[in-house]
């Protein structure tokens, strides 16, 4: 509602990056000594999210799993800010970080840098299976990976677009909901229904939905 009234019917997804960096060059956003945040406290800031349960074991597990048969690469594509992502510590699992950056000026945050959105997530999928800019022209069969190898979840309508073309290519598509919460549930099949091969619960762990379909 703050985003709404704020910035009315600006594009959403630029109008929360927006409002956090005002409020970090405002001074309403401050560092643990009140000074002004750079990109290296937004990493620090990433150790207090909580990562899905199982998560990192799952991307272990999996990569272990299957090591004899394919190479194993997990991306994540996010309309969040990357340096949170990498400070979760989720970077050192994954092969790839698609996600807003800023830039810094005199060692404070001054501008966005890179903006991924919803639509945008879709150039990244491009650019993982052919494991270059998603610009560049090639010959399919020269890709370094194959959609039809491809497990791409999502959570939300800000994964509609990225759904749809995967699994127009050929991928398995997945939404997660909050494991327990109806809500979310329901949510999830209203807004994303039958565009995705399955609606399982955010829990990575081992024998879980969600790793039974994928392994």
Not at 73 to 80: D, N, Q, V
Not at 172 to 181: E, L, Q
Request: proline letters at 1%; one cysteine or more; hydrophobic letters at 35%.
């Amino acid at each position: 509602k703050i985003i709404n009234k704020l910035y009315g019917d600006s594009d959403r997804e630029m109008a929360y990056l927006q409002r956090i960096l005002d409020d970090i060059k405002d001074g309403t956003l401050l560092n643990k000594s009140d000074e002004s945040i750079s990109n290296s406290d937004l990493r620090e800031f990433g150790k207090f999210i909580d990562l899905s349960k199982g998560f990192k074991d799952f991307i272990a597990r999996t990569k272990l799993r299957w090591k004899d048969s394919f190479i194993i690469r997990f991306s994540i594509i996010s309309l969040g800010i990357k340096e949170l992502i990498i400070g979760s510590g989720i970077g050192e699992y994954v092969d790839n970080v698609f996600a807003t950056t800023f830039l810094e000026k005199d060692g404070k945050i001054e501008q966005i840098h890179k903006l991924v959105t919803s639509f945008s997530k879709t150039s990244h999928i491009i650019e993982v299976v052919k494991g270059r800019h998603f610009n560049d022209k090639m010959r399919y069969e020269d890709y370094s990976g194959d959609y039809k190898n491809d497990f791409v979840i999502g959570d939300s309508v800000g994964d509609l677009s990225m759904f749809c073309y995967a699994r127009k290519k050929g991928a398995k598509t997945i939404a997660v909901f909050k494991p327990g919460d109806a809500e979310s549930y329901s949510s999830s099949v209203s807004s994303i229904g039958d565009r995705v091969d399955a609606i399982v619960p955010r829990d990575y762990s081992e024998n879980s939905p969600i790793d039974m379909f994928i392994n």
